[in-house]
């Protein structure tokens, strides 16, 4: 009997599942946020300010959703760039719906200027930033990945 599963993280008979080498995975997790903010330092203090601030979300909420990923065989740096985009966007939308309802409920309506200000700025930035983890998270563990691996 197969079982039927909405889930991405468990197989199912009609959807073939890629191994993910772990020795590649966890070195391309750990070392993405590292790498893209000793790269982004001297441009910027941005990416470097990221590893502190959005490392531990990178971690909680992106290391099942790239594996999942992987689990799917998909390694495309592309692919990924969007995973993160659509994922800081999941994210973003019930904090903003959840901050503009207790700016209303506490009646400060004036106030609606400057957080939507202050939370897009950082919205775009995390954005931006889980994108470029993402492809750089793929494209180390593509180039990691023990090509005696099974696949």
């Known amino acids: 009997m197969t ?3 909405i ?3 468990w197989p199912t008979a009609n959807r073939p599942q890629a191994l993910v080498d772990p020795v590649a995975f966890t070195l ?3 070392l993405t946020p590292l790498i893209v ?3 982004g330092a001297p ?3 941005i990416p470097t300010f990221a590893v502190v601030f959005g490392g531990p979300a990178y971690l909680l909420i992106g290391t099942p959703l790239m594996w999942a990923a ?3 065989g998909k390694t495309d740096p592309d692919y990924f760039f969007g995973l993160g985009l659509k994922t800081i966007a999941a994210i973003a939308a019930p904090l ?3 901050a503009l309802g207790q700016m209303t409920l506490e009646g400060r309506p004036g106030e609606l200027g400057t957080l939507a200000t202050t939370f897009a700025i950082f919205t775009a930035i995390s954005a931006v930033m889980a994108g470029v983890w993402g492809a750089m998270f793929a ?3 593509r180039r990691l990945r023990n090509p005696n691996f099974p696949a």
């Open 139 to 141: 494209s180390l563990y």
């Open 96 to 98: 903003a719906l959840f």
């Open 3 to 5: 079982g039927i599963s």
């Open 43 to 45: 441009v910027l203090l």
């Open 7 to 9: 889930s991405p993280l």
């Open 28 to 30: 391309a997790l750990v």
């Open 37 to 39: 903010g000793v790269l």
């Open 70 to 72: 992987l689990r799917r």
